[in-house]
């Protein structure tokens, strides 16, 4: 705050000499009067806006008690610094002792004389004791009687020697760390930390300054003590050697059951892979064979079971864009390797997530190279072969154990609605309801008195497996034509949920269930050219190459299909079969032109 002006004019000393002390008194008091004055008509004002000479605002001091936000606030004591004391230091007195103590209390003199006590014994230690005049009354070193003998080695080790003679005779006089007493001489922890036994000197660890002190010891008296323990040095060395020769033999036992246990883990390893490597039998459903009698027969390995669910034989973990790899995998009874079916259906499941939604698969061509183990995931390779504007190609390759045993080509086309549509009509077949299941066929087949028992125990296996597949078969009809034979199947998908799949998704159930039906057709076509009927026709098939044709995109699996197998030749253990869905196909467009769009040709 700046101070107000004399409202009065400074009197001189000779004026002043001329007033009287009563009119001198006035004067005062009437100046500091109006000094008040001013003062008061300062802080009614506030803050003054009119700039002093140098142009700047003139600065005042805020009260601390003010509510403006830049008043100042009383510092706050940081709670890290833990407890503290206040002290009046203009009250604190120098106690001559390196103390400072509150003025007006006592001083204990005891605690000050003990205090002065401690400093002298430690000056007294630190320092080396007085020479005297009379040379008799000096120690000496024992190797050379010198008088300049090394006090830290008397002080500790109560040994007399010269600084020359340690270095003159470092067998008796140099010093050994705690370790290498141990090793050298065999000596224990409690021995070498009793100071009466041997007396030690303590330095600080030159490793590492956190460690524990490093103990030092003198070699002879190191040594002596040995001696006595162990009765003579050679003694000492028997001992050693001993120890020696058991630490390694402990050492070599160690390595030796660690072998046996690596070649314990190694066998136990190699027969767990062997005994997983076994057939596993699943026993199925209880068959009842009369007469208190019953039999259970068996399934494969529920990994290589075929799902009850056409979803789940047809998913695919994708590994990377155009890379898929299976879940699960089925071999059908008495097979050579996983149902082709499958590995179809999964080859076009991974090509349509390659492709374009657009686009609706229309045509395939598949090769079986090698059979495929069910217990090996099937890895499936896209490759990205055309991309047109009406027609799409991609290729797929089945690897297992790193060979290709299965390719696929497959073409997808945009549909074009507006083009002419024709088809075969339908055969007059009985309908799907009054048809046979073909698991009920091969229970009344395993009824016939004739049949030998592992026939019968073949039958109801494939009566078990089709009751628990994903694929319903009932034979619709066989029937010869101009020696043509031909046969008929009702095939429904047991999905559950067919309204929620849509056309590309029932495109692979169609291929799952059309390799199915091969199988079927070709049997039966052997059992009518053999007039037999039973299982001495029945036969195993397998597929060499398949191709499939898709004229529409609006049927669905669970609804019944009816397909239609011809098979016009068998011959040197091979048979052609065509099935209604497969043909010859070419590009035939009728002169109609589907909807234009508004793109640039290139």
């Known amino acids: 705050m700046m101070e107000g002006r004399n409202t009065s004019p400074t009197l001189s000393t000779a004026e002043n000499s001329l007033l009287t002390p009563e009119q001198v008194k006035r004067i005062e008091l009437n100046r500091l009067k109006a000094k008040a004055r001013q003062r008061q008509r300062e ?26 936000p830049t008043a100042p606030k009383p510092l706050k004591r940081d709670s890290r610094l833990g ?20 003025d007006g209390k006592e001083v204990d003199e005891d605690l000050r004389a003990k205090e002065r006590e401690r400093e002298r014994q ?72 009793d100071r009466e036994l041997l007396p030690h000197l303590l330095k600080a660890n030159p490793h590492k300054s956190t460690f524990a002190n490093m103990m030092l010891f003198l070699r002879h008296q190191v040594e002596d003590f040995a001696w006595k323990k162990w009765g003579s040095p050679e003694a000492l060395d028997v001992e050693w050697e001993r120890r020696t020769e058991e630490k390694k033999n402990k050492k070599n036992k160690k390595f030796e059951e660690g072998l046996r246990d690596l070649r314990r883990r190694t066998r136990e390893g190699v027969w767990q892979r062997r005994k997983d490597q076994e057939h596993k039998h699943v026993f199925g459903v209880t068959e009842d064979l009369g007469d208190g009698m019953a039999q259970a027969f068996t399934m494969d390995d529920p ?47 991974a090509a349509t997530n390659c492709v374009d939604p657009v686009f609706g698969l229309h045509s395939l061509h598949c090769y079986f190279l090698l059979s495929a183990s069910p217990a090996i995931p099937i890895i499936y390779f896209v490759e990205r072969l055309r991309e047109g504007r009406s027609y ?3 290729s797929v390759k089945a690897v297992q154990n790193g060979k290709v045993i299965f390719q696929l080509m497959c073409s997808y086309h945009k549909p074009e609605p507006w083009q002419p549509t024709y088809q075969w009509p339908m055969p007059e077949v009985p309908p799907l309801e009054e048809c046979e299941l073909e698991e009920v066929l091969f229970r009344r087949w395993a009824t016939r008195e004739d049949l030998p028992a592992k026939v019968r125990d073949l039958f109801l296996s494939y009566a078990l497996e089709k009751e628990n597949g994903p694929i319903s078969v009932r034979r619709a009809g066989l029937t010869t034509e101009n020696g043509t034979q031909t046969s008929m199947h009702w095939m429904q998908a047991r999905t559950g949920q067919a309204s929620h799949y849509g056309a590309p998704y029932q495109k692979c159930i169609l291929a799952y269930l059309s390799d199915l039906n091969f199988i079927s057709a070709a049997s ?52 052609v079969v065509h099935g209604r869905v497969t043909c010859q196909e070419g590009v035939v467009r009728a002169n109609v032109r589907g909807p234009t769009e508004n793109k640039a040709k290139l």
Not at 149 to 178: A, H, R
Not at 308 to 337: C, D, H, M, W, Y
Not at 533 to 558: K, Q, R, V
């Open 303 to 349: 990994n290589q079971a075929e799902s009850s669910k056409i979803s789940t034989s047809l998913e695919l973990e994708q590994i990377e864009v155009n890379l898929f790899r299976s879940k699960t995998l089925f071999k059908p009874t008495k097979a050579r390797g996983v149902f082709g079916g499958q590995v179809i259906s999964q080859a076009i499941v």
């Open 392 to 394: 799409t190609t991609r």
């Open 83 to 102: 407890k503290y004391f206040d002290y009046d230091l203009s009250k604190m007195v120098n106690s001559k002792g390196g103390f400072l103590v509150e």
């Open 43 to 68: 802080q009614e004002a506030g803050p003054s806006s009119t700039p002093n000479p140098n142009q700047k605002r003139p600065l005042e001091v805020i009260p601390a008690v003010s509510t403006s």
């Open 122 to 193: 430690r000056a007294k230690q630190n320092l080396e004791p007085p020479m005297y005049l009379d040379p008799s009354l000096n120690p000496k070193c024992r190797e050379c009687q010198s008088i300049d003998i090394d006090y830290t080695y008397k002080k500790i080790f109560g040994c007399l020697v010269c600084n020359k003679c340690k270095d003159e005779y470092p067998e008796k006089y140099s010093l050994l760390t705690k370790t290498e007493c141990k090793q050298d001489y065999l000596l224990t922890d409690p021995e070498l930390r």
């Open 524 to 575: 039966d076509v052997l059992k009518l050219k053999r007039n037999s009927d039973g299982p001495d026709a029945l036969t195993m098939s397998s597929t060499l190459d398949h191709s499939i044709w898709y004229y529409d995109d609006n049927f669905c699996c669970e609804d019944g299909l009816l397909y239609v197998v011809v098979c016009p030749r068998a011959t040197s253990g091979r048979a």
